[in-house]
């Protein structure tokens, strides 16, 4: 649901962007997008099929052409990520150096890829609002110019288990029990939140502002 509130910040960081919207057949996928088209980009969807293995490549581009895309958002989705073979549609966007955002299925499907180990929380939270701490710094990253403290909507059953995060991955936002609410790859341009920044239960503003961020501070250039 579309986030309310005060007057929206008008945001330019992805004028002239082309972003592939990976649809995990989620309900929230059309609010997502719309977040997207705020910060001046294009959105190019693409639905991601539980039977197949993975993305077919030739989809990513076709559809990309000679132009390509300027980032990848994995979009939460129900069930697991293994169900959508994410670490297939990861390493897809690492040949094409296209940079990752994942949300919610989005960020479990990145701490798999990279070797993480999720878990079930004992009581589901969905629907949900919950205080977030911003851990780390803000700088460079997607929470740049972001209070330290938001609030978040959440909607998911599994979680990140921090005693087995990979290296590769730094934590940059928990909840006030230290779940896990947020990700970025330590050289990649590879970034996750597990809340849902286009919930209306999320602080009014930031979820736009996050993804501009990612916009602007996932650069293809970062994978070497």
């Avoid at 006030?176 to 999320?202: G, N, R, W």
């Amino acid at each position: 649901a579309a986030g309310g509130g005060k007057a929206a910040a008008v945001h330019t960081e992805g004028a002239g962007k082309r972003v592939l919207l990976i649809d995990h057949q989620d309900s929230f996928v059309h609010t997502l997008a719309n977040y997207v088209r705020q910060t001046g980009a294009e959105v190019v969807t693409i639905r991601s099929n539980p039977l197949k293995v993975g993305l077919d490549e030739g989809e990513i581009d076709r559809l990309g052409g000679k132009r390509g895309f300027d980032m990848a958002l994995l979009s939460p989705g129900p069930g697991n990520p293994t169900d959508f073979q994410v670490p297939a549609t990861m390493r897809a966007c690492e040949k094409r150096k296209i940079p990752v955002f994942g949300v919610c299925l989005g960020l479990q499907g990145i701490v798999e890829t990279y070797g993480g180990t999720l878990d079930i929380l004992p009581v589901p939270v969905h629907g949900k609002p919950s205080p977030v701490d911003i851990v780390g710094g803000t700088k460079g990253g997607i929470f740049e110019g972001c209070p330290t403290n938001i609030t978040c909507g959440r909607y998911h059953s599994l979680y990140a288990l921090r005693g087995k995060m990979p290296k590769d991955l730094k934590v940059t936002a928990q909840t006030e029990d230290e779940c896990i609410m947020a990700v970025q790859h330590v050289s990649k341009p590879v970034a996750a939140v597990q809340f849902h920044p286009e919930s209306i239960l999320t602080s009014p503003g930031m979820g736009v502002k996050m993804l501009a961020n990612a916009l602007k501070n996932l650069k293809s250039s970062m994978y070497k």
